[in-house]
């Protein structure tokens, strides 16, 4: 190290024990402006969440309510398995349209024009933009694709898409007209994207050409096309497919370019074809959909109970199946517009930017409802934080003129191991927030996301929440909370985080660890898994009765500050997705060669996490390169490219309780090359682990 290094290392290590004020230039405007101000809001919230809910609520538009709505509570559950099955209700009989607050109001109050997204392309040269007046044109239009289709209120429906504007366009095409919609992340395999099209009995199913992301061109159609030969043999056909032309054609929108997405600078894109063969009768352009002249651009919203469903989306589950986690209208819209109005201190005046995709949570959240409910102007990106350098993040953030960024620890550490030039190019001088989501945050990441992003100017928003949670439940406010790095401090309006003794169930009060779960649910909480309530109840529920259980631990310090810690389950966390070591094993075990598989989480210094296996191999098999190629290609077919194991290595045997338990815990101390293997004394064959650590150099 240099002594300039060293120095600042010095200042590192201390700042880890700062604590950064709120930042005066954003205290002074912020919708809640300081420690106090917070505290009195969420000891009205938790005590009243009636009167503090009802109010917020007011700000939304509501077709009806039933009468006596005024005086008759807004919320109703029951957290305790032994008075009966678990439910959440809010604002039940209220009728709403989640798609009319989040367009037709803005348009009404004479915010038709503002820009809805900024839409940047995977190549720096390729942009376009929509505003809110456009969007509800295109996405009435689409809603009337989809009732001349037979899509009618309740339906669930597929969609298998890129990051581009008419993912936007489908999903409040849904929710205007009352389907429930289904995102696949584009990043699953045929298999995966099958299985949840059959789960949610999906007979429509929207996709994309291709797209690109850096120089690779990713052809979506065919995966979707394999996907819909298992459905068929499944039992289970997709009887219309829509399909964006993305790759070929001109997009919609003000094209800010030259109005051509397929005539970018020589160089900067490769210029490759993306073929894509339709099958007639069942798949369907969708600019010819939208062409057709018996097609509207009127269509009246359904007006939906607030807790009719409005989408469902999958997340791994510790059994290996995933779980289809459904949310309602009503408490979805209040909380994700909500937790984005505060956690981000939102004003008209931001030019906001999530670099999430929007076939997770968080793009659900915070890429469309939470923004678009304010009335926000977003940034859309369609590529990569990497390409065609580590700037491409700071160089957008300088050419819309961002105020608030929004993205992951794992890209956050990717571009933190490349040179700070990439970032210092930039100037950066709009952003006042800048936020993380999806796994912990190490403290040197927050502390160079602060100071070298944020020039130690912005405020650090770590949220920390869950597909399930629908919006951040703990997180600092950017006007009002202290923060420290690497925790998400307190809990958002109407949260009551409890920490519970992992052996006797007990809840410790004051600093200490344990299971972290809330009492009591707030709007945005989930209603039930898809088609297997008994499994909501049993997954989030029944461990500790009376809490809704997050599957993560924390520690809660002195000053009251809550350090999520990470999954307690057989979960892993691999650059912010979270996978279930049980699917990865199923898809492992599926090789012919393979008897049994163990998967455990590793540390890795830019995912966070990542997958390390061991497999059992029957009888005669030998373990080599090519049998480790054949493993990663069924996990990439069966779950992703995302899931693929970073190592995989041989086991002979595992290490068993005497009853046959996998001791996972002895496995990652191996996978961790740390000698600390604790009590081994119930191991059936303590000798399994010398074979295990000897075996350690074959990996590949
Ligand atoms: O383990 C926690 C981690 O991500 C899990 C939720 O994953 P998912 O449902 O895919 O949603 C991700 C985006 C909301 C949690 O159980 N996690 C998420 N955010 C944080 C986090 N862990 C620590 N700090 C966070 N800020």
Aim: aromatic share 10%; charged share 20%.
């Amino acid at each position: 190290m240099s002594s300039a290094q060293l120095e600042q290392h010095h200042l590192d290590l201390q700042q880890l024990q700062q604590v950064f004020e709120p930042p005066a230039a954003i205290q002074t405007r912020a919708h809640v402006p300081s420690i106090e101000a917070y505290r009195d809001m969420y000891r009205l919230s938790v005590s009243d969440p009636n009167k503090f809910w009802r109010q917020i609520a007011s700000e939304f538009y509501w077709h009806s309510k039933p009468d006596g709505a005024e005086e008759a509570p807004i919320l109703d559950y029951n957290f305790d398995l032994s008075k009966g099955g678990i439910y959440v209700r809010w604002f039940k009989g209220w009728r709403t349209n989640i798609c009319y607050n989040a367009l037709d109001r803005h348009v009404l109050a004479g915010r038709g024009d503002r820009v809805a997204f900024y839409w940047e392309g995977n190549d720096p040269e390729d942009r376009t933009s929509i505003t809110y007046a456009e969007l509800l044109q295109q996405v009435c239009r689409f809603a009337n694709v989809l009732k001349s289709n037979g899509v009618k209120k309740g339906d669930r429906v597929a969609i298998y898409m890129p990051m581009v504007l008419e993912l936007v366009v489908a999903m409040l095409a849904c929710a205007r007209i009352g389907a429930v919609h289904s995102i696949v992340f584009g990043g699953f395999s045929a298999g995966s994207l099958a299985d949840r099209i059959i789960n949610a009995k999906c007979h429509i199913l929207i996709t994309c050409d291709g797209n690109w992301r850096g120089t690779k061109l990713l052809s979506l159609k065919s995966i979707a096309d394999k996907a819909m030969s298992i459905c068929i043999e499944e039992g289970n056909p997709v009887v219309t497919c829509l399909v964006v032309s993305h790759v070929k054609r001109p997009r919609f929108g003000s094209d800010e370019a030259d109005g051509d997405s397929h005539s970018s600078k020589p160089g900067i894109r490769p210029a490759k074809d993306c073929p894509v063969e339709m099958l007639a009768g069942r798949d369907v352009w969708w600019h010819e959909a939208m062409a057709k002249e018996d097609i509207s651009d009127d269509c009246q919203p359904e007006w939906l109970d607030a807790e009719d469903p409005l989408f469902m989306l999958y997340t791994s589950g510790s059994t290996g199946k995933p779980k289809g986690v459904l949310h309602t209208v009503g408490g979805y819209m209040v909380y994700s517009a909500t937790t984005f109005k505060f956690s981000f201190d939102y004003h008209l005046e931001d030019i906001y930017w999530c670099t999430a995709d929007i076939g997770w949570i968080t793009g659900h959240s915070y890429v469309v409802y939470g923004p678009m409910a304010n009335c926000a102007t977003s940034v859309m990106f369609e590529g990569l934080p990497t390409w065609p350098d580590a700037g491409r993040c700071w160089d957008v953030v300088d050419k819309y003129k961002v105020t608030t960024f929004y993205t992951a620890p794992t890209a956050i550490r990717t571009l933190m191991k490349s040179s700070d030039a990439f970032v210092e190019r930039s100037s950066r001088a709009s952003l006042r927030i800048i936020a993380s989501v999806g796994e912990p945050i190490n403290p040197e990441a927050w502390l160079w996301y602060h100071r070298v992003v944020g020039r130690s100017q912005c405020s650090v928003v770590d949220t920390f929440w869950q597909t399930e949670t629908g919006g951040h439940v703990i997180t600092p406010l950017p006007g009002a909370t202290p923060t420290k790095p690497g925790s998400a401090c307190f809990p958002f309006f109407g949260v009551q985080p409890v920490l519970l003794n992992p052996e006797t169930g007990d809840v410790i009060e004051g600093p200490g660890e344990g299971y972290l779960v809330f009492a009591g649910p707030w709007p945005g909480i989930m209603r039930t898994v898809f088609g297997d309530h008994p499994r909501y109840e049993q997954t989030y529920f029944s461990k500790f009765n009376g809490y809704y259980t997050t599957g993560d631990g924390a520690q809660r310090d002195k000053d009251g500050y809550l350090w999520v810690t990470g999954r307690i389950d057989d979960m892993i966390n691999v650059s912010g997705h979270l996978l279930s070591t049980a699917q990865i094993e199923s898809a492992l075990v599926e090789h012919p060669k393979v008897a049994e598989a163990a998967v455990v989480g590793r540390h890795h210094d830019v995912k966070g996490e990542s997958a390390y296996a061991f497999v059992t191999l029957k009888d005669g098999a030998t373990f080599d390169d090519s049998l480790v190629r054949q493993l990663l290609v069924i996990v990439r077919e069966r779950i992703g490219a995302f899931a693929a194991p970073d190592t995989i290595q041989e086991a002979p045997a595992l290490p068993k309780t005497r009853s046959g338990k996998i001791m996972r815990r002895i496995l990652r101390e191996i996978a961790a090359k740390s000698e600390n293997y604790g009590d081994v004394s119930t191991l059936a064959d303590p000798g399994v682990i010398e074979t295990l650590v000897a075996l350690r150099t074959r990996q590949v």
